[in-house]
């Protein structure tokens, strides 16, 4: 266990919209309260894409010190905190990737080598409120619940940063299924998660 | 981009999957059509939904002890907006700065001892942080001191390339015996190359500091001018030897005059190549 000040505790009482607003103050204790909270998935989020212990840890720092020099780049009318944050660090994460080219492992290795290198946990986070694991646990359900080779095709998107002719090249497929695939994926997800997006727009 | 093939596209580009051609004339598309854009919305949702249901991996404490002690120096430094670019200041300004630097050094270095300590292999890291923080710290107070003083004045350099893009204005103050160049566009220079300042007046040219800017091209370069005991009649950046020369050895990359006259008229124009005996 790590020294919790009763400073810091207090803080424990911040939703996220606040805390941000205390950076703006120049917070330390407010940014220590974020990473804290947050600092495991953003990890996390990074090394689903870049799968590299090193880089991953260079896009937590990068990430956390962009938001605590600027953190009005966090707009919240558009969406809430967490996935805003989650979206950025997957974005840079892909930026990285990409700027690295292809003789990246990532780039070369096959899609089943990439799904063995990391195996999905079942592990939880237990800096994130109850709230949000429950809809870790919703999502995490809801893309179970598409058929496999959907949910792969959106996976490779998404986290693997390929479009939709480098999968279809990759797997071997005609660029036409691929496309199916990945609308017919995304449009069970949404019917799965409307919920949560009613959540996510406020 | 007609509705149809937008709503054909809208998941995999929420999805960051379609190439840079159909991503443009998606926006184009959406941009002018409301329903779509709704749709791309919810398709956005979706997809920044997708970034919650990675398999947690606990962050190492390491970093988190790392990113606290940066965000705490930076904030020592008071530089969380921009950093500054690389500055090799000439031995003219290196001297009070160098002054600066060790105090400097030890302000920073007691505010910092509790983090120090948290990382691990990283001091000489930090001893060079260090070093550079103060540097940078004096470098930004020079350049408030000039915008925030009531003689603050600037003048536009010109570039003496035909059609470059190469702009700079230089912002100084007599008061605060400090100024500072801003660049945008400069041309990355081959390695061993960089630009130097000088002061000009007649049959005079003096050496101010000398610059790599940012891979971007920009810069803000920090003058400190209290060596200066003299009214210089013009600002010039050539392009010389890594280390910068004791004379210019080409002719002007970017110039301005002082000159009433000709800052009035906005132009500046002195070509003054003959200045030096080019």
Known sequence: MRDVSPDETAYSGLDDEELMQRLAYR????????YDRYGNLVYSAALRVV????????????IFLRIWRKPESYVAQR?????WLTSVTRNRSVDEVRSRGRRFRHETASPEEQERELPASEQDDPALTAELSDQRRLILAALKQIPAEQREIIELAYFGGLTQQEIAERLSQPLGTVKTRIRLGMQKLRAALTPELKWEQN | ?????????????????????????????????????????KSRRTAALLSLSVPIHPAPDHLRRRIMARAQMEEARGERRHLLPRVRPTWRSA???????????????????????????????????????????????QIVAVLSASDSEKISMDSAALRSQAESVYNWSRDSAAGFIVCNNF????????????????GRVEPVATFVPHADGGCQIPMDMTRVDWRPGGIGISIEPEGG??????????YASFDEGSRRQGTGLHFAVSAFGQ
Not at chain 1, 79 to 83: D, E, L, N, P, W
Not at chain 2, 22 to 39: F, G, K, N, P, T
Request: aromatic share 8%; with cysteine; hydrophobic share 45%.
């Open chain 1, 51 to 62: 799968r590299d212990a090193q880089i991953a840890e260079d896009m937590v720092q990068e």
């Open chain 2, 1 to 41: 981009m007609k509705c149809e093939e937008t709503k054909d596209l809208l998941d995999a580009y929420a999805l960051g999957a379609v190439d840079q051609d159909d991503a443009y004339r998606l926006e184009r598309h959406v941009a002018d059509c409301l329903e779509c854009w709704e749709e791309l919305n």
């Open chain 2, 95 to 141: 001297v009070g700065a160098m002054g600066v630097a060790a105090v400097g050094a030890l302000f920073f270095a007691s505010l910092l001892q509790v983090q120090v300590a948290g990382l691990r292999g990283d001091k000489n890291d930090i001893a060079q942080e260090l070093t550079a923080a103060s540097t940078q710290l004096e470098q930004q107070r």
């Open chain 1, 27 to 34: 917070d330390l204790v407010a940014f220590r309260a974020l």
């Open chain 2, 245 to 254: 020369s004791s004379s210019p050895s080409r002719g002007w990359f970017a």
């Open chain 1, 79 to 83: 969406g809430r905190f967490v996935t």
């Open chain 2, 187 to 202: 041309p990355v220079l081959p390695p061993g190359q960089v630009y130097q300042v000088w002061f000009t007046t007649t």
